[in-house]
């Protein structure tokens, strides 16, 4: 059974606004790696707390095999790739590569009175996705 955070709000998303949502998605290669993982989400939280663009944010794991997915809402490509290529993020994500077995993102559009998306619908674009790929996540 899946843990989710709830949404957390950073902006007031216009409802005739178009906004970029995404989920992330990693599987850890082992419990060893998730003490650093949970250390590093933490700091990215933090990060997440100071960006601009962010409309909303929430995270999800199964904890039992090594499953961890955020979703956010961003103002524009713009304000993600800022995030992105931003610290700690950027060093986050090369430090935890060796780290993390596979990881996943989608991105789609939507408008600001869908948002935040529904966690069924935005995860289940992550399902197909991960079964595309020959690789389903764990029920």
């Known amino acids: 059974m899946p843990i989710r955070s709830p949404w957390i709000r950073y902006a007031t998303a216009d409802e005739g606004g178009e906004y970029l949502a ?7 290669k082992g419990i060893g790696a998730m003490p650093k993982f949970l250390w590093n989400a933490l700091r990215i939280g ?10 909303y944010y929430s995270m999800g794991a199964r904890l039992g095999s090594l499953e961890f997915w955020s979703t956010t ?6 304000a993600l790739m800022r ?23 989608v991105r789609w559009g939507i408008s600001g009175s ?3 998306p529904d966690r069924r619908e ?6 197909r996705r991960l079964a595309a790929a020959g690789d389903a996540p764990a029920a």
Do not use: C, K, T
């Not at 990060?47 to 601009?52: D, V």
């Not at 809402?73 to 713009?78: G, L």
């Not at 935005?122 to 399902?127: Q, T």
């Open 22 to 28: 995404m989920v992330s998605y990693f599987r850890l």
């Open 46 to 55: 933090r990060q997440l707390g100071r960006s601009e663009g962010l409309v």
């Open 73 to 78: 809402v961003w103002e524009d490509e713009r």
């Open 83 to 105: 995030f992105i290529r931003s610290s700690p993020h950027n060093e986050i994500m090369e430090e935890m590569r060796p780290r993390v077995r596979r990881s996943e993102f």
């Open 114 to 116: 869908d948002a935040p």
């Open 122 to 127: 935005a995860e289940g674009l992550l399902r």
